[in-house]
Structures are given as structure tokens and as C-alpha cells.
């Protein structure tokens, strides 16, 4: 049976053809529930929502664009909806954003490196959840998911132009939180080395 053929299935209310669908999409879509979301919990909801709500939408899908990017948008919708519901602020994994101030550890990294790499992540998953939603939805759907503006823009329902400003100023803001959050002492560095240190000064 051809993709096309699994899909009018699908729309006609096939159960088993929309699961051979959106099966091999489910972990991309489990990778935008957690970056969204800030956890294992929330990210389960979120994929559980989108799948029910694809199923119910899937006679409406007009294949304008690419299965992946609709589900995409459906996914981006329901975690928007669970964020406002819940008032939860994603801690998002930012492997994208080196720029902003966090860089994996080698595998030859030491305790210390380490230390200080998670705490850097740890600093920039709390500059993100602190980014206004409006921001933060395309700046992770942009520098982590790798995503184009013109898909951010399908996704979200938003004109591109403001895609592409969200984006910089969501970027831009990123960088003021994370400088108010260093100079309040929330210093990578020094935390690590207190870290492995066990508190002393060498």
C-alpha cells in the first residue's frame, strides 16, 4: 500500500493506517514535547494530546504540506495549550544554543568540566523558561529543532516576518537573563569548581 493510499485510509477513519503514519514521526514529535515541556511528565501528556487530537483532525488535513510539519503544528498547539493550562515554563534542551553559553562536554572532560557543562545547561534551561511563550516556541522550534521560519510560520499560524523577529528578539533576550543571572551569582565556573571542590578553595 502506498503512503498516499495509507492516507486516504487514514482520513476515511482507518485506526490502523493513521498508527502506520504517525508511528515512524513519534519520536521527533517526543523530542518537541519534551523541549517544550521541561520534563518526562508533561512531554507524555503533550505527545498523548497531539496524537489524539491528529486522529480527530486527520480527515482535515489538506497535505499542503508535508504530514511531519502538520503534525508538527498540531504538537506545537497542544504544548502551548498545556503551558497556559499549567503555567509551566519548558526547560528546554538547548543542545543548539551553544552561542548562549553552553557547550557539551568532551568525552575526555574531566569532574570539573563536567560540572561546570551541567551547569550551564541548567543555567540556560532557566534563562529559557523565563523567555515570554511568544519567544521561546520559535526560538527552540529555530535553534534547537532546526527548523526554517517559513515552517516555524505554518507551525505557529504566525506571519514570517514575525517569526523572524521573534526569534532575534528571543535570542536577545536569552542573552540579557543570562548575564542578570551571572552577575546575581549564578556563575558557572565557580559553581562547578565549588562543586568538585567539595567547597574548598585549593
Not at 519520536?27 to 517544550?36: N, Q
Not at 552561542?99 to 568532551?106: H, I, V
Not at 532546526?146 to 505557529?156: F, L, N, P, V
Request: with cysteine.
Amino acid at each position: 500500500m502506498t503512503e498516499d493510499q495509507t492516507l486516504r485510509r487514514a482520513k476515511a477513519g482507518d485506526s490502523a493506517a493513521f498508527e502506520a503514519l504517525v508511528t515512524p514521526l513519534e519520536p521527533m514529535i517526543w523530542r518537541l514535547c519534551w523541549r517544550m515541556m521541561g520534563n518526562e511528565e508533561d512531554a507524555r501528556d503533550a505527545l498523548q494530546e497531539t496524537m489524539i487530537k491528529a486522529w480527530r483532525a486527520i480527515a482535515q488535513y489538506e497535505e499542503r504540506a508535508a504530514l511531519s510539519t502538520w503534525l508538527y503544528s498540531v504538537a506545537v498547539r497542544c504544548c502551548q495549550d498545556m503551558i497556559r493550562k499549567r503555567n509551566v515554563r519548558a526547560a528546554s534542551s538547548l543542545d543548539g544554543l551553544r552561542e548562549e553559553g553552553y557547550d557539551p562536554p568532551s568525552r575526555e572532560a574531566g569532574p570539573a568540566e563536567k560540572t561546570e557543562a551541567e551547569e550551564r545547561r541548567r543555567l540556560v534551561r532557566q534563562a529559557l523558561s523565563m523567555l515570554p511563550e511568544d519567544q521561546r516556541v520559535p526560538l527552540v522550534l529555530f535553534a534547537v529543532e532546526g527548523r526554517h521560519y517559513d515552517e516555524i510560520a505554518a507551525m505557529t499560524g504566525v506571519a514570517l516576518g514575525t517569526v523572524k523577529s521573534r526569534v532575534n528578539r528571543g535570542r536577545e533576550r536569552l542573552r540579557e537573563i543570562m548575564q542578570s543571572l551571572l552577575a546575581d551569582g549564578n556563575n558557572p565556573a565557580a559553581s562547578a569548581s565549588k562543586a568538585v571542590k567539595g567547597g574548598r578553595r585549593s
